[in-house]
């Protein structure tokens, strides 16, 4: 199981960027498919985005579309997920996940390597 590390969460601003990161020590992400995840209080985990082994990226919800883009940075072992135009709605904690090889999925049933998230926080 992957030791997967979630970092650059924070307090925005609605309309402000932030970029959060993904990790492994020991580890070559880039053979594992990675997702997003984030769960709001009071709501189920909800898939946000996903890379595939390929690097071809899944967006989920319509409302991150446009606003959310997920890449790799292979040299740093990294995944990042750039959000701009923040909304009060992406308040979260995201999680970071991984699955062996296999397509992008949203169910988070399907992934079983996580991190233990970063809270996001927008304002209005």
């Known amino acids: 199981q992957l030791p997967l590390v979630e970092s650059g969460g924070g307090l925005v601003q609605s309309g402000g960027s932030l970029r959060l990161s993904c990790t492994a020590s020991g580890f070559t992400l880039g053979t594992y498919t990675i997702a997003w995840f984030r769960q709001a209080p009071g709501k189920e985990r909800e898939g946000v985005s996903c890379i595939s082994v390929t690097d071809t990226t899944t967006y989920y919800p319509e409302s991150v579309k446009g606003r959310f883009t997920l890449s790799r940075d292979h040299a740093k072992n990294m995944v990042y997920l750039q959000m701009n135009g923040l909304k009060p709605e992406d308040t979260a904690v995201y999680y970071c996940?991984?699955?062996?090889?296999?397509?992008?999925?949203?169910?988070?049933?399907?992934?079983?390597?996580w991190g233990l998230g970063t809270q996001v926080t927008v304002s209005s």
């Open positions: 996940a991984a699955r062996v090889g296999r397509a992008c999925s949203s169910g988070p049933s399907q992934f079983n390597s």
